[in-house]
């Protein structure tokens, strides 16, 4: 059985930095891309960051410079570290895997996880 476990998650002030997690179980991701999405309350879910097995990394034009994906193949987990938060940041955080090349479209990742609460205050 195929599980993504985000952690990490929590509230923090304006300004502040989170690192989310993402441990992958059932089987091994290391040839597929890994990604972040966001879901605000009353938006649609929106990509926000992706990284494939060669290295390539791509971000959402409203993360770029503040966040950073990273990948522990070894230990089949990604990370997001997440600099300068700001209130619009403010949305459940899900993982996402499965994709053989980058995509931005949610669709196109098969596994997902659960999602962690990422809170910033101003």
């Known amino acids: 059985q195929v599980q993504l476990v985000e952690s990490g998650g929590g509230l923090v002030q304006a300004g502040g930095s989170l690192k989310l997690s993402c441990l992958a179980s059932g089987r091994s991701f290391s040839t597929t891309v890994m990604g972040w999405f966001r879901q605000a309350p009353g938006k649609d879910r929106e990509f926000v960051a992706a990284?494939?097995?060669?290295?390539?990394?791509y971000y959402s034009d409203s993360v770029k410079g503040r966040f950073t994906i990273s990948r522990d193949y070894n230990r089949n987990t990604v990370y997001l570290q997440m600099n300068s938060l700001e209130p619009e940041d403010t949305a459940v955080y899900y993982c996402a895997a499965g994709p053989l090349t980058t995509t931005r479209d949610a669709k196109d990742y098969n596994y997902w996880g659960q999602g962690t609460q990422v809170t910033v205050s101003s």
């Open positions: 990284r494939s097995w060669r290295t390539s990394e």
